[in-house]
């Protein structure tokens, strides 16, 4: 037995502490930059919207964690882009106890596609515009999970490809240049946009064309799914 340790097992014998995961979704939906939440079934805060996210096994890691009460709470499984973001662990930040929390980021390309079914701790499972969120559980701690999410989005986008990602199979210039401009929430040059985007690999042309204002418009795939990095996209 190593030294000291049946003064350590005396000392941590009575500590409550909880793992949690929680996940961020973001899609892209009606050229508004969405999150899923999920409106809770029990306390704390019955009824009101959060992160979807929970308690991790002993018999499982951080990731399974996330992504089996990602499953059980919205019915999404896995998607083509997940990352790991930062472990919160201030003291009080859940009412149940001592709790910490390590948030996680994925990736939509087609939330149409996705069947919506909440179930567990969860009564309903919706896509809210991140301009038009409602009032969070847990306080302040659900909220900032979100904008520091948000926060890391904006960064990824500046330096790598996770644009496509977000993206339909087949796509317009100008429905990616909606996506960056509601990432960043702000208005993007529309000649310049285009001309750095083509400069680099993000994407390639495709032999279709699609109607925008009445007039045939060059539809895009993207150029790889898999992560690059770059000095600087936009």
Same mark, same amino acid.
Do not use: C
């Given at each position: ?47 009101? %919207? ?5 308690? *991790? ?6 990731? /399974?964690?996330? =992504?089996? @009460? $990602? ?83 904006? %960064? ?5 490809? *996770? ?6 199979? /087949?796509?317009? =210039?100008? @429905? $990616? ?58």
């Amino acid at each position: 037995m190593p030294k000291n340790y049946s003064k350590f097992k005396k000392i941590t014998e009575n500590w409550k502490l909880l793992i949690a995961a929680d996940i961020v979704v973001f899609a892209f939906i009606e050229n508004k930059l969405s999150v899923l939440l999920v409106e809770r079934r029990y306390a704390p805060g019955i009824g009101q %919207w959060a992160i979807p996210g929970g308690f *991790v096994r002993e018999d499982e890691s951080l990731e /399974e964690a996330a =992504l089996r @009460e $990602l499953n059980e709470e919205t019915g999404l499984s896995r998607s083509s882009y997940l990352e790991q973001l930062y472990t919160f662990g201030e003291v009080k930040r859940d009412p149940r106890g001592r709790v910490i929390s390590t948030a996680y980021m994925v990736l939509v390309s087609e939330p149409e596609k996705i069947r919506l079914k909440a179930s567990d701790d969860a009564i309903n499972a919706k896509w809210f515009a991140i301009s038009g969120l409602p009032t969070l559980a847990f306080g302040k701690s659900h909220k900032e999970i979100l904008l520091y999410a948000w926060q890391r989005l904006k %960064w990824k986008f500046e330096y790598t490809n *996770v644009a496509v990602t977000m993206m339909h199979p /087949e796509f317009t =210039l100008t @429905e $990616l240049q909606k996506l960056y401009e509601s990432v960043y929430n702000k208005n993007i040059d529309k000649r310049n946009f285009r001309k750095k985007i083509l400069s680099l690999d993000l994407v390639e042309p495709i032999d279709k064309v699609s109607q925008e204002l009445g007039r045939p418009a060059q539809l895009y795939k993207a150029g790889t799914k898999k992560l690059k990095i770059y000095n600087r996209v936009i």
